[in-house]
């Protein structure tokens, strides 16, 4: 009986199923334990795909034929993306027929095991996001890819004639070939930097969405993008509790891929169509500050500069211990800005961002110590960030209380609540300290040039 199924599936949908899994139902919400540079070339040979996995029990006569009308469906749609996005399979898609209960098991164990509060922590780390124990709920979704397992999910039952779900499933089907072709996993094993994680996260999410717009719209100046972006993001997100979905920081974070990965690859798609787009996954932007200004990847290609931190061990002691080093770029610069102050002013200062090291140290008693160091395109624009960032604190963390530079150390000094705050300019080169109290942040303000 299943290997009729199979050969029934086979037949009408052209596709290979590797399993038929039946997930426990979830009855509770499920609390997380925790959580891309170059990619692979479109000439690498494509990876073997599983062999279909055989099932024990046979199904029900109304889940063999759901599975049947999902695969028709699946078939369909893939067809049309493959001719929009000009992209063919090197090998079967492996599919899986989820009904909506068991989508939504598997969502709940997909999202729990990534370890997303360990992503989180730059953000938290700067107070840019609020931090706590997060859960989430999922949503219900007619598809999605899952690079991690190289795995299309496929939901049965939805309505004949839904055009979301359709349009779900062309998405899902575009990062199916972008995997085949220029393996997703191996280019987030590549990026070094959350940076350039987001960077590239940009260009495979932009890619996917302006995919998805030309099946949807069939040109892309007709396009709903609010209403697309909102469709995608419903789909590959799920909903978290607590303050964290109110803030608005996290949620321009979590839509910069789709959203300005969409403009970024569009202006790759207009400069060279997809052989253009193509050849970025070969070449990806190193930087947030590339997908915000394309102009800066398109022609006159402006990679980060690496910034150094000395170490700042010797001067806090044992006790602490380094837990982040990492690079924000240029969106997080923005967005840290534009939480104080306005809009205009913020982006147009972090427009001049040219690379930066952001670390933090803990103790276990308790304190927190953050150094970051950033360097701008001109002195004007490390000018403009100072100045910036000493009205950023002095909004932010008011009640401050100004303090003369201690110990003949330059710059600005504060005391607050928060524990003291320090900001200084040299040349390119702009400091933000925090540190518990005035002693730590001038011994480890002493220490970065």
């Not at 929009?84 to 068991?102: G, M, T, Y």
């Not at 124990?133 to 979704?141: D, G, K, L, M």
Request: aromatic content about 8%; some cysteine.
């Amino acid at each position: 009986m299943t290997l009729l199924v199979a050969v029934v599936l086979a037949l009408l949908a052209g596709f290979i199923i590797t399993s038929l899994q039946t997930f426990e139902r979830a009855t509770a919400l499920v609390t997380p334990s925790g959580e891309s540079a170059p990619g692979a070339s479109p000439t690498e040979p494509p990876r073997p795909t599983s062999p279909p996995t055989r099932v024990s029990t046979p199904m029900p006569n109304e889940g063999i034929w759901s599975q049947v009308r999902a695969a028709r469906l699946f078939d369909q749609v893939a067809h049309q993306v493959e001719t929009n996005r000009a992209l063919s399979p090197r090998a079967e898609v492996p599919l899986s027929f989820l009904d909506q209960h068991e989508m939504t098991a598997m969502l709940q164990q997909l999202y729990a095991e990534r370890n997303f509060e360990s992503a989180l922590k730059p953000y938290t780390a700067l107070d840019l996001v609020p931090e706590g124990s997060i859960s989430f709920e999922v949503h219900t979704s007619a598809g999605i890819y899952v690079p991690e397992q190289e795995q299309l999910y496929v939901a049965t039952d939805r309505p004949e004639g839904d055009g979301n779900a359709q349009t779900v499933l062309a998405h899902a089907y575009v990062h199916a070939l972008q995997d085949q072709h220029f393996d997703l996993e191996a280019m987030d094993d590549r990026t070094s930097t959350i940076d350039e994680e987001l960077a590239a996260e940009a260009l495979i999410a932009g890619d996917a969405t302006v995919s998805t717009a030309l099946y949807r719209h069939r040109d892309l100046a007709s396009a709903d993008w609010d209403a697309l972006t909102d469709l995608i993001m419903e789909t590959e997100h799920p909903h978290y509790s607590g303050q964290l979905e109110t803030s608005a920081a996290w949620q321009q974070l979590k839509r910069f891929p789709n959203r300005e990965g969409r403009v970024f690859v569009q202006r790759l798609f207009e400069a060279g169509g997809w052989d253009a787009v193509n050849r970025a996954y070969t070449d990806p932007p190193r930087s947030t500050e590339q997908i915000l200004h394309p102009v800066r990847y398109l022609e006159q290609r402006d990679a980060p500069t690496q910034v150094t931190v000395p170490g700042i061990g010797s001067v806090l002691g044992e006790e602490w211990q380094e837990v982040l080093e990492e690079t924000l770029g240029e969106l997080v610069v923005g967005l840290y800005l534009n939480d104080e102050l306005p809009g205009q002013k913020a982006w147009q200062a972090a427009a001049g961002w040219d690379g930066d090291t952001f670390v933090v140290w803990e103790r276990e008693a308790g304190g927190q110590v953050v150094v970051w160091r950033t360097v701008w395109d001109s002195s004007a624009d490390a000018r403009e960030a100072e100045n910036s960032l000493v009205a950023l604190v002095e909004q932010r963390y008011f009640p401050v209380r100004p303090i003369r530079p201690p110990r003949g150390v330059v710059g600005h000094w504060w005391e607050t609540n928060a524990g003291t705050f320090h900001v200084c300019r040299t040349g390119r080169y702009v400091l933000f300290l925090q540190a518990p109290d005035i002693n730590t942040a001038v011994n480890v303000a002493s220490l970065v040039p």
